[in-house]
């Protein structure tokens, strides 16, 4: 299985070389006008992106896209920006780039940026808006971008993309800003605001985002949400609570123990955080929470068995400390307030 397999790969790597080397071919024919060509070896391109069999036609494409831009005469703006636009998104795919792949695609598309929103089509400058902030989000972690530069792309992007229009660039959208907006330390007199914003846009997206179209992510936004309830700062905090919970019972319909173990697990977590703070009887906190507490600790095993189970060490670690001090504050194991990439 392995010979075959390094086979199929040579043979795709050999597949793939030809088609580059026709292409560059194409590019060299001097009976298309040279805009032509620049079109051709663009959409060539593009090919190659649709579905990469390995990172080096990602590189191949970039290959084909810096080409094809050496071949736009001038007066053609446009053309020249599309292009721009487009090896951006080849950058911002590569697997093994790292954060100078993310730094080669922000430059294309802030060099492709103006002409685009001056010539293209509206939903085309918004398609750059959006990559620019998922670009900028990703760069956050190596000290190379600023959070409120994703939202600001996001937000100008959302001006095109709007809920009916196109519905999924807006749920992608408003998943990212939610996102974006958690990952911002809660050091200032704004972070509630952000935190309110957080649960507005994890709504917006679950008006998009089915449980019958969409089984993963409605999952995964349900969690997102109960974890932007369980720690928004509020002045209704058993009310976000009981929100929470609601939210985390929509999200194991689909993360059940055999089918998505791992996941069911930490929306487990998660649920049992909510439990522990919340009293049994809402109208008279008073009387405590022994029954919640009951059934925190039953989910917490739960979570730590199956944990355990998947070699997560360090999650299985957290929920024996929370079941050890069950009544102290509880980790979270959803989406942490560090983002990550997209995905609805």
């Known amino acids: 299985m392995a010979i075959a397999a390094r086979a199929a790969d040579a043979d795709a790597l050999s597949t793939t070389d030809a088609q580059v080397q026709a292409a560059l071919q194409v590019a060299d024919d001097p009976r298309a006008a040279p805009e032509e060509r620049a079109e051709m070896l663009m959409e060539i391109a593009r090919g190659l992106q649709v579905r990469p069999r390995h990172a080096g036609e990602l590189r191949d494409a970039v290959t084909l896209y810096r080409r094809a831009l050496s071949l736009v005469p001038a007066g053609f703006a446009l053309l020249a920006a599309r292009i721009r636009a487009r090896e951006g998104t080849a950058h911002q795919a590569l697997p093994d780039g790292g954060v100078q792949s993310l730094l080669d695609a922000q430059e294309c598309y802030e060099q492709a940026r103006a002409d685009l929103a001056a010539l293209g089509l509206p939903e085309e400058a918004a398609e750059l808006d959006m990559n620019l902030g998922l670009v900028s989000q990703a760069l956050v972690a190596a000290h190379r971008g600023r959070i409120q530069d994703a939202i600001a792309h996001y937000h100008r992007a959302l001006r095109v993309f709007t809920k009916h229009a196109w519905p999924r660039e807006f749920a992608i959208l408003h998943n990212n800003l939610a996102i974006a907006y958690l990952s911002i330390p809660a050091s200032d007199e704004r972070a509630r605001m952000r935190e309110a914003l957080a649960v507005q846009s994890f709504e917006e997206v679950l008006q998009i985002v089915t449980l019958v179209d969409h089984p993963s992510e409605y999952a995964m936004t349900q969690n997102n949400l109960g974890n932007a309830l369980q720690y928004a700062p509020s002045s209704h905090p058993v009310a976000?609570?009981?929100?929470?919970?609601?939210?985390?019972?929509?999200?194991?319909?689909?993360?059940?123990?055999?089918?998505?173990?791992?996941e069911y697990a930490n929306t487990a977590a998660n649920k049992a955080n909510a439990l522990l703070n919340l009293p049994d009887d809402p109208e008279h906190p008073e009387l405590g929470n022994a029954g919640n507490s009951a059934k925190a600790r039953a989910l917490y095993r739960e979570a730590l068995t199956l944990f355990q189970r998947h070699g997560m060490d360090d999650a299985a670690a957290a929920v024996g400390e929370a079941l050890t001090g069950i009544d102290g504050a509880a980790a979270d194991f959803g989406i942490s307030r560090v983002p990550g990439t997209a995905t609805p």
């Not at 976000?240 to 055999?258: C, G, I, S």
């Open 240 to 262: 976000n609570l009981l929100r929470a919970v609601e939210a985390y019972d929509e999200a194991m319909k689909v993360r059940t123990p055999r089918e998505m173990p791992v």
